[in-house]
């Protein structure tokens, strides 16, 4: 899945369905690891390529953690 993927624009937290913020690796910019809801602080991964997006595959992310994601997604 890459950022300009059509799908990102339908794909919904399981939680809340609001939208989700695509995270890339950043040594591996074609190759993203998650998606993120900052609202409820929920990361969902992604496996060879397919969204995890059932709420008990999500896991919750500490503080830091959320604001290292913020600052990540958006540079």
Do not use: F, W
């Not at 059509?6 to 939680?15: D, M, S, T």
């Not at 040594?27 to 609202?39: D, F």
């Not at 709420?55 to 919750?60: D, V």
């Amino acid at each position: 899945m890459n950022p300009d993927d059509p799908l990102l624009k339908i794909l919904a937290c399981p939680l809340d369905k609001g939208p989700l913020l695509l995270l890339v690796r950043q040594e591996q910019p074609r190759s993203a690891e998650a998606l993120y809801n900052p609202r409820l602080r929920r990361r969902y991964p992604i496996v060879d390529g397919i969204p995890q997006l059932l709420p008990s595959s999500g896991e919750q992310v500490t503080e830091d953690e959320h604001e290292e994601l913020l600052r990540r997604t958006a540079s």
